[in-house]
């Protein structure tokens, strides 16, 4: 089973749809992450999930 590590973002209200690009596509390029879930709310405000995958190195003899 993967185990993944989370990261929630939260974009307020006024944030451009190109900012808000920008910023995805940054986490996406430097830290690994991947869009999980995007909720945008009637406000305009955005709740954003990033998720990557834990790797786990198993030792060797």
């Known amino acids: 089973m993967q185990?993944?590590?989370?990261m929630d973002l939260y974009l307020p209200r006024?944030?451009?749809r190109e900012t808000a690009?920008?910023?995805l596509t940054?986490?996406?390029e430097y830290g690994h992450w991947e869009l999980d879930r995007?909720?945008?709310y009637p406000d305009g405000s955005r709740r954003v999930r990033l998720r990557?995958?834990?790797i786990r190195v198993a030792?060797?003899?």
């Open 3 to 6: 185990e993944y590590s989370y």
């Open 14 to 16: 006024g944030t451009s």
């Open 21 to 23: 690009r920008q910023v």
């Open 26 to 28: 940054e986490h996406a």
């Open 38 to 40: 995007l909720r945008l």
């Open 52 to 54: 990557r995958k834990i």
């Open 59 to 61: 030792r060797t003899m």
